[in-house]
């Protein structure tokens, strides 16, 4: 009896593994901003390809060097399998069914965005592609904020007593430190190869709406703060904006925080420096503020867009802390 009983809970503890089975799946991997092209090598060199080229390969904007929005690895499809599946953004073309695209998460590996463009001719190809290119863009672009988020938490900065005087609370990784500190002001700078990559953050009186500030006001606005906190090298000089390039500037509601981001190029008064920024005005409504917040790099002749991509997953870890009296 106790045989035929020890028999029953066997195959009842097995068959509740079966019903309960947990799929594995590799952690993701790739270089950031990067997506995994998957078609046939003739289709990548011809209309498909260039398509998929001008959509997610064109310019990455506020540099002052030109740089893609994306890296772009082509796979063909007998490749695509085993450790090549687990690329964190994948685009893979279905040239043998009805026209349509979908995406999954996580198919493969995790954390991944998987979109499957479907057609049964070049054309109908060519429409799906167009069609999903601005979802497509906006899940690839705030993964790869999400992933350097994620990056960063495994080995971030655990100085914080800086942000926590201004109320704030930023990830960051544990390569910054505190540069400079005053009562409206911190900066955070990271030693880059031949350069560094800074964050700074001062507080603004409330009485301006943030979306009040256009372009003008908002380069009147930093080159003020360039003269008073970021000082050049020589004697007098001091960061401000670049006037020969216009910024680029958008309205961003990131988890019901409103913020006005402005992207352009820096360079020194009196000095032969400059760089790309990253600028949020940030609506602090806890404490009756608005935040300055900016990141810069200062890389010559080198590739800059990783290090912005690393700023704007920096900034958009902001917490507002409530100020108690």
């Known amino acids: 009896m106790k ?5 029953i809970y066997v195959v009842f503890f097995l068959q509740s593994c079966e019903d309960n089975k947990v799929v594995y799946k590799p952690e993701s991997s790739a270089r950031i901003n990067s997506i995994t092209v998957v078609v046939d090598n003739d289709s990548w060199n011809n209309t498909i390809g260039d398509k998929i080229r001008n959509l997610y390969a064109d310019e990455y ?3 002052p060097q030109i740089e893609e929005r994306f890296t772009l690895k082509q796979m063909p499809y007998e490749a695509f399998s085993g450790f090549s599946r687990s690329s964190r953004n994948i685009i893979f073309i279905n040239k043998k069914s009805n026209p349509e695209f979908f995406f999954e ?3 493969y590996a995790r954390p991944q965005i998987y979109l499957e463009i479907k057609g049964n001719s ?4 060519l429409e799906q592609i167009d069609k999903s290119k601005k979802e497509a863009i906006n899940k690839f672009t705030n993964g790869e904020i999400e992933e350097s988020k ?13 942000m926590d005087d201004f109320l704030i609370n930023m990830k960051m990784p544990s390569a910054y430190s505190l540069y400079k500190k005053d009562k409206n002001f911190i900066w955070y700078q990271k030693q880059i190869q031949k350069g560094h990559s800074n964050i700074i953050v001062t507080k603004l009186s409330s009485q301006k709406n943030i979306f009040d500030y256009n372009i003008p006001n908002l380069i009147k606005l930093r080159d003020s703060i360039g003269e008073v906190f970021l000082p050049g090298r ?19 509601n990131y988890y019901g925080i409103k913020m006005l981001e402005t992207r352009g190029t820096w360079e020194v008064k009196g000095d032969f420096m400059g760089g790309p920024f990253l600028n949020y005005l940030i609506e602090d409504k806890l404490n009756d503020r608005v935040l ?17 991509i690393e700023l ?6 902001l917490k507002l802390k409530k100020e108690f009296n």
């Open 61 to 63: 904007e506020g540099l």
């Open 312 to 317: 704007e997953a920096i900034i958009k870890s």
């Open 292 to 308: 300055f917040v900016e990141g810069f790099v200062f890389a010559p002749s080198k590739r800059k867009r990783d290090n912005i």
């Open 105 to 107: 998460v996580d198919k």
């Open 3 to 7: 045989k035929y009983l020890v028999v």
């Open 122 to 125: 070049i054309k109908s190809i």
């Open 234 to 252: 020589n004697p007098e000089s001091f960061m401000i904006s670049e006037k020969e390039y216009l910024p680029y500037q958008k309205k961003v």
């Open 150 to 162: 994620r990056r960063i938490l495994k080995s971030p900065l655990k100085d914080t007593k800086a």
